[in-house]
């Protein structure tokens, strides 16, 4: 699993990446019995003008291709939401993607 970290606007600390890898881990438990290669990119913006930090996850692997993102006045607010959101997405396409291979097998003729 492949995960990168971009920050825009703001200097690399070893706090925020490891708040960054704890947070990530949820989705990471999640995608543990997929096949490779996943790729996680997180990108967090530190707003000066607006006052709202912005905090991106893309995942990328070969059955999901998804984002979530969050802005808030708060960066690790930002990131728990982002979160939040990512594991609410990997979720429903993980269930969707098992609903469809239940529902393949089933005969639709007249």
């Known amino acids: 699993m492949n995960i990168q970290v971009t920050l825009r606007g703001m200097d690399?600390?070893?706090?925020?990446?490891?708040?960054?890898?704890?947070?990530?881990?949820?989705?990471?438990r999640l995608l543990k019995r997929e096949t490779s290669p996943i790729s996680i990119e997180i990108v967090l913006e530190a707003a000066r003008k607006h006052h709202h930090h912005r905090a991106e996850i893309i995942l990328k692997s070969p059955h999901y291709d998804l984002f979530s993102h969050f802005e808030c006045p708060e960066m690790y607010l930002a990131i728990d939401k982002a979160?939040?959101?990512?594991?609410?997405?990997?979720?429903?396409?993980?269930?969707?993607r098992i609903d469809l291979r239940k529902h393949s097998n089933t005969f639709k003729g007249a």
């Open 83 to 96: 979160v939040d959101r990512m594991v609410h997405e990997v979720t429903k396409a993980k269930e969707k």
């Open 12 to 28: 690399s600390s070893p706090v925020i990446e490891e708040y960054i890898g704890s947070s990530i881990e949820k989705v990471t």
